[in-house]
């Protein structure tokens, strides 16, 4: 088998590079919606905890991407869930970060809540069941649709175990718990719902905080109503397969996946740094899989899976190809036609950069893509992918910030 990937197609040619630098028009993802459409969605704000929770632009395609029509995501929410396994669809809703009030306490050593400092500027995490405010969640926020509706039931869910879970602030406000990756993966197994994150958290062993990002893969059996962490995987940064002296400046397990093989072996591809062009060095390292093959339960240590590995995603079709798609610097596109997942075939470049620093944090059509993409099935030998570029021209020679549609079909050799 090869993948055949045709040629790139603009879905919407956004503001020119550096009249906006990063943030807006950038962060792609896919949905298949429930009535059989593509929904295209991307960035319209900063990349910041300001933006957590807002709208995002969309483009619905309603001939597998060929077309496509403007909108925004929140036009389709009561299309956008995916099967809790129950006859209802579930959505997982962002929220808006809270801004500092004397309602926002804080629960200290003596058992009592007190006022939060109201510095909220600065970094600080703190563990969400410490939290009270009247709108803060503890869990993370679900919209729930029953067939044919269009106004959810809003649930919080359960997360467990209970004191794992941390929250963050900065710029002024306080973030609201929410899974960080937005992908609800379902197992072709048994037909239970997953979830990837990452983040500062707490050892469920030992109570201790995080000194980098863990990833943590939470799995729910009773619809999403409850999400149970099945890994807990801490960064050690002296435990890692290649010898980096620099490891420890890292950011841990970051962004990851969860995927299925063919034979059935979960597997997961994980971010370990993000390549930050405008600190002077392109601070671009390896990126990791790992695998399970008894459901979940237990994983092998993580490998060496390709030399960057921002936002990755993953995808196995019916026909026996797993895809995974990631990057920075660059973006790529690897293919397995291991029933495995195991050996993975070379990557094909999409987009190239070379992971110069850059001395202007606004000139992203240096870093040629913010490299997160996605993957949706459109038939069993065909997928539709959504990424960025920041290397296309107007008719005046001038780079803009692009939203870009390619499909990606497998075919016998």
Request: negative net charge; glycine residues 10%; charged residues 25%.
């Amino acid at each position: 088998m090869k993948l055949q990937i045709s040629e790139p197609q603009i879905v919407v040619m956004g503001p020119p590079c550096r009249e906006v630098g990063w943030g807006p028009y950038q962060f792609a993802s896919l949905y298949r919606l429930t009535d059989g459409r593509l929904l295209y969605t991307f960035n319209l704000g900063l990349d910041s905890i300001t933006n957590y929770g807002h709208v995002r632009g969309g483009y619905v395609s309603d001939d597998n991407g060929k077309t496509w029509t403007a909108g925004y995501d929140a036009d389709y929410f009561h299309l956008m869930g995916v099967p809790a396994g129950n006859g209802e669809t579930i959505r997982l809703a962002a929220q808006k970060a809270l801004p500092w009030s004397e309602e926002l306490q804080l629960l200290g050593e003596d058992g009592e809540y007190h006022p939060v400092d109201p510095d909220l500027t600065k970094k600080q995490y703190l563990i969400v069941d410490d939290v009270k405010h009247p709108d803060f969640n503890h869990g993370w926020i679900f919209e729930r649709y029953g067939e044919g509706a269009t106004v959810p039931v809003v649930e919080e869910s359960k997360i467990l175990p209970e004191r794992h879970l941390m929250t963050f602030s900065g710029e002024g406000l306080l973030a609201r718990p929410f899974p960080l990756i937005n992908h609800i993966r379902i197992s072709p197994i048994d037909g239970s719902l997953w979830i990837a994150d990452y983040g500062i958290r707490r050892n469920p062993e030992t109570g201790e905080r995080d000194r980098h990002f863990s990833n943590n893969l939470y799995r729910s059996v009773d619809h999403g109503r409850t999400w149970e962490l099945m890994h807990y995987l801490p960064f050690d940064p002296k435990a890692l397969p290649e010898n980096d002296p620099e490891a420890h400046r890292r950011e841990g397990w970051s962004e990851n996946d969860v995927g299925w093989a063919p034979d059935g072996t979960m597997f997961r591809i994980i971010r370990t740094w993000g390549a930050y062009y405008k600190a002077g060095e392109c601070r671009c390292r390896a990126s990791y899989i790992t695998h399970s093959t008894d459901g979940g339960k237990t994983w092998e240590a993580p490998s060496v899976f390709d030399f960057c590995g921002v936002m990755p995603s993953v995808l196995t079709l019916k026909c026996g190809a797993t895809l995974a798609t990631y990057g920075r610097p660059g973006l790529f596109l690897r293919a397995s036609f291991d029933p495995s997942a195991r050996r993975w075939e070379e990557h094909i470049e999409l987009i190239h950069c070379d992971g110069a620093p850059i001395t202007d944090v606004n000139a992203v059509d240096l870093v040629a893509t913010c490299a997160y993409a996605d993957l949706v099935e459109i038939d069993d030998h065909t997928a539709g992918f959504a990424y960025s570029d920041f290397t296309v021209k107007d008719e005046n020679g001038v780079p803009h910030k692009c939203l870009m549609y390619r499909t990606v079909t497998v075919v016998e050799d």
